[in-house]
């Protein structure tokens, strides 16, 4: 026989859980995005060491870029917030159906899994963990689906090593 709980059950279940989340910062790839102080050549796309009139630092002719350094584009790394529930104890971890011998540095977090795209494309998780110290992680593990069948609200759970 089947156990039906009423959908209220998880509204409720679901509530409680967002009162444990804390918001985190995901650190995506760096992208190439061409300098505005500089012209760039066609070919290859490297600066020629002209400054580009409205760009913010101005630079004699034949001189490295100071915002580029003479590459023609700055690496920039975008970030977006996400909540998370985080677990830095190994026995607070949750159980994803086998045992995780993991090491001391590593972390376990639950999000929701409408954000498991977000979660598998960037390459570090920040966590605020004080005023002065931000703990940095790479993804260690894959995601792991994690909830009941009949709740509409799905989590996943990853793994993080501390970078």
């Given amino acids: 026989m089947a156990l039906n709980i009423p959908a209220s059950a998880f509204n409720k279940l679901n509530e409680a ?20 102080n500089c012209i760039t050549n066609t070919i290859g796309g490297r600066s020629v060491n002209a400054y580009r009139s409205g760009g ?3 630079f ?17 790394e975008t970030t977006k917030s996400v909540e998370l529930r985080v677990y830095h104890n190994r026995k607070d ?3 994803v159906g086998f045992n995780v011998d993991v090491p001391s ?20 998780l920040i966590i605020d963990v004080g005023s002065y110290n931000k703990g940095r992680y790479r993804r260690l593990s894959e995601p792991y689906s994690q909830g009941f ?3 509409p609200t799905q989590y996943v759970v990853i793994y993080w090593e501390r970078v």
């Fill in 105 to 124: 540095n590593v972390i376990q977090t639950v999000g929701l899994m409408s954000d498991y795209d977000d979660l598998t494309k960037a390459k570090e």
């Fill in 17 to 36: 859980i967002l009162l444990f989340n804390r918001t985190c910062t995901l650190v995506y790839p760096e992208k190439k995005d061409r300098c505005g």
């Fill in 149 to 151: 069948k009949q709740n």
């Fill in 56 to 58: 913010p630092a101005s």
């Fill in 93 to 95: 971890f949750i159980s």
């Fill in 60 to 76: 004699n002719r034949g001189t490295l870029c100071p915002l580029c350094g003479g590459k023609g584009f700055k690496l920039v």
